[in-house]
């Protein structure tokens, strides 16, 4: 389980392009979970989506749930209201990056 999740709401709706799903049958609810990994402040993480969450009358489709190994408004003392910049789409080479968090500066 994630320490962290947190809510982004975002001006325009976003259809998440699933790099992976968890469907119904696999746990406990009769919703399909579309999963789409993003970086935010160069963390990788994961933008969890209930499928319903887009269809034609939801709001789902204005909010990215995050799915953090970091509890993200203790780390870095978010607010509400406070903006925060999610990357998404990006090829291999852009989600295997290491997490700033661990990388180590070079000994003196």
Sequence with gaps: MAPGTLNVTIAHPYIVRADATIEPDEYFNKERIKLQRCRVRGHRMIIMRPEPHEQAGGIGANVLELVSPLYLRKAWSLRDGDQLEVEVEGDDAW???????LVRPPSE
């Design 95 to 101: 989600w295997e990056c290491p997490d700033p968090s």
